[in-house]
């Protein structure tokens, strides 16, 4: 039996970028696409709520972007300006609350894509985050909001796995629900990293809580920012071309939502 250390997973950023930054490539070239599709802007700045590791911000750098990002994991955001650093690119993420950013100038494009606006515990929060973003961006930017709805017409998926290695090291991460909620919105989940090195194997293991969102809950916020416009919604296949109908049954989402001009 592995070893289990109770901790914060987002305390371990190189585990954690292992697992969740090896299959950046897809979002990346799908949020490009996007940036293509959907504004008549020229997206040259591009920001990040709750940008962790910078697992994007660096590969957007990397490809001539400007970049920038909040967390408010400390441990994840030295993390992330470590790594643009030795690249060679300004240390341009900051400690802080993705309710309440402020970025020096307008940028113009922003993106949230692997769940983590379901941190956000109420209503209230929500709204907040979604205006913030509504103000750091320029007149057409966009915002691309990735999450998992609550399904209501079928059963909601209750496990995943994903694994990943780099050099002598892996990380096996699953997700489990614990419980869910609905009336209170609260989903409760637990999460593990199995870490294989060379002389040592062990596992980390959390507890998190989500916020949920039907559908319908979740068009209901989105009305309540009339700074934004929704131009189109995808799933977690990233394909640009192949846009979604929302219903009782969708589960993995992408909102693509633009700043209107006035």
């Known amino acids: 039996m592995l070893e289990t250390i109770q901790g914060n997973l987002y305390d371990y950023p190189k585990y954690y970028d292992l697992v969740y930054g090896s299959d950046w490539k897809a979002e990346f070239d799908f949020l490009e696409d996007c940036f293509e599709k959907h504004t008549d802007l020229t997206v040259e700045r591009v920001y990040e709520p709750a940008c962790g590791t910078g697992r994007l ?21 030295k993390y992330c300006n470590e790594r643009l650093d030795r690249a060679g690119y300004p240390p341009s993420a900051t400690v802080g609350d993705m309710c309440d950013f402020r970025v020096e100038e307008p940028v113009d494009a922003a993106m949230n894509t692997i769940n983590s606006f379901r941190h ?65 919105r609260r989903e409760s989940v637990g999460m593990s990293f199995d870490v294989y090195t060379p002389t040592r194997q062990f596992r980390i293991e959390d507890q998190i809580c989500f916020r949920t969102y039907t559908y319908r809950q979740l068009e209901k916020l989105l009305k309540t920012v009339p700074e934004f416009e929704l131009t189109a919604v995808y799933d977690f296949g990233y394909d640009v071309e192949q846009p979604i109908e929302i219903g009782p049954a969708t589960e993995d989402v992408v909102y693509v939502l633009r700043k209107r001009d006035t």
């Not at 205006?131 to 079928?154: D, E, F, K, M, W």
């Open 57 to 77: 911000l660096i590969k957007f750098a990397l490809a001539g972007y400007e970049v920038g990002g909040v967390d408010l994991n400390s441990l994840a955001v």
């Open 120 to 184: 956000l515990q109420t209503e209230a929060q929500a709204k907040a985050h979604l205006q913030c973003v509504a103000r750091a961006l320029r007149p057409g930017g966009l915002y691309v909001l990735g999450l998992h709805l609550t399904p209501t017409s079928i059963q909601p998926m209750q496990e995943e796995s994903w694994s990943a290695r780099r050099g002598n090291l892996s990380v096996l991460s699953r997700l489990w629900v614990i419980e869910c909620n609905l009336k209170k």
